[in-house]
């Protein structure tokens, strides 16, 4: 999803011919020497002749101003191949800028999981806030499990087009399930844009083009990602859909699923002996992550179960339910639990319109 839109008009002031950044700096030779012998930019403008004090330089998609003046020298990354070769991975210009030397393309950074007892209710929070592309976010893991995971329950009340564009997440699994409502999306090599609607499920493979184009009003999803800080970078130079169709692309180890309610029958569920709709995101993500939904049948409730997973993540779709973990917690729909590794858990008393979306996965 794209970053939040601040509803402003665009300023009136025409074609924008040229970005810059303005470095301070004086004398200008050294400061000069060292962008273009050491750092590889190339002079654009120079001036004055006799005595140059100003020039522009361009080099590695940026575009920089040297000129005489007074103020913070600023900070600019360099994403090279092998910054370790710079001890401290930093430079400094005789201006004072300093120069942070980062990796390409870094690996995700994965922190540990930090096991907790987690249990987040619709009704005492945490807050609501405005986040990407105008979307409504709750937050449904506030301590994160260290960073490891993040889960969130968004929502778009208006409806109508999303102000989305072409972008991707450096993530190590991403998915996306709806409960409220539906959305027109479009994924790369996964042909035309398609409808996900309530029940429906998305695996979103690392690094896999997308966009969100529109949705119905009171549309809500929940999703769930590892770790829980990630990037996400737009490709504003690919076009969704794309005009080929590759639907077992292997995106890291992972494939794309959209999983279809409708489509996808009722089963018995081994362990909890509800019935069960199985996502197929276990299979596509290589068994990084699973996703099901559980609804209680001719049951009310099951007998403890031990969680061999490093994290299991519930949320009440709708109904009512009593989470029992050394205690018994009322659930109503919309609220949100995690259970640590090893321990052992149960629901009772769920009302027959329970629905549960459980999350697993097995860690490393």
């Not at 002749?49 to 990354?77: F, M, N, Q, V, Y």
């Not at 029940?199 to 829980?228: K, N, T, Y």
Request: net charge negative; with cysteine; hydrophobic share 40%.
């Amino acid at each position: 999803m794209s970053e939040h839109l601040i509803d402003r008009p665009r300023l009136d002031i025409g074609a924008i011919a040229l970005a810059e950044m303005l470095v301070p700096c004086a004398p200008l030779a050294p400061t000069l020497d060292f962008f273009v012998a050491r750092l590889g930019f190339r002079v654009e403008t120079i001036f004055p002749a006799e005595e140059p004090h100003t020039a522009s330089l361009s080099g590695h998609g940026l575009r920089l101003r040297l000129a005489p003046g007074d103020g913070d020298a600023g900070i600019i990354r360099l994403a090279c191949e092998t910054p370790e070769a710079v001890e401290g991975r930093t430079l400094t210009a005789p201006n004072g800028t300093r120069i942070e030397l980062v990796e390409t393309d870094a690996p995700v950074d994965i922190p540990q999981v930090k096991p907790e007892f987690v249990i987040t209710r619709r009704t005492d929070g945490p807050g609501e806030g405005v986040g990407r592309a105008g979307m409504i976010y709750r937050d449904l893991i506030p301590s994160r499990l260290g960073g490891r995971y993040i889960a969130s329950h968004i929502a778009l009340p208006e409806g109508g087009p999303v102000a989305d564009w072409v972008h991707f997440h450096k993530i190590r699994f991403q998915l996306i399930f709806c409960r409220r409502g539906s959305a027109r999306l479009v994924y790369e090599d996964q042909g035309p844009p398609f409808i996900m609607s309530a029940g429906d499920c998305v695996l979103q493979p690392p690094r896999i083009r997308h966009r969100v184009l529109e949705s119905s009003p009171g549309f809500e999803v929940v999703e769930v990602g590892c770790p829980a800080l990630h990037e996400t970078l737009a490709d504003h130079h690919m076009d969704l859909p794309t005009p080929q169709i590759r639907a077992d692309r292997d995106f890291s180890g992972q494939r794309f699923v959209h999983h279809k309610a409708a489509e996808t029958p009722w089963v018995a569920d081994a362990a909890t002996g509800f019935e069960q709709r199985d996502t197929g995101l276990a299979n596509a993500s290589g068994g990084i992550v699973d996703a099901r939904v559980l609804r209680p049948g001719a049951r009310d409730g099951f007998e403890p179960v031990v969680n061999a997973a490093e994290f299991l993540f519930g949320f009440l779709l709708d109904g009512s339910a009593s989470l029992e973990r050394s205690g018994s917690y009322a659930l109503d729909a919309a609220d949100a639990f995690v259970i640590p590794q090893n321990e052992a858990w149960a629901l009772r008393d769920c009302s027959p319109e329970a629905l549960v979306l459980l999350v697993r996965s097995p860690g490393e």
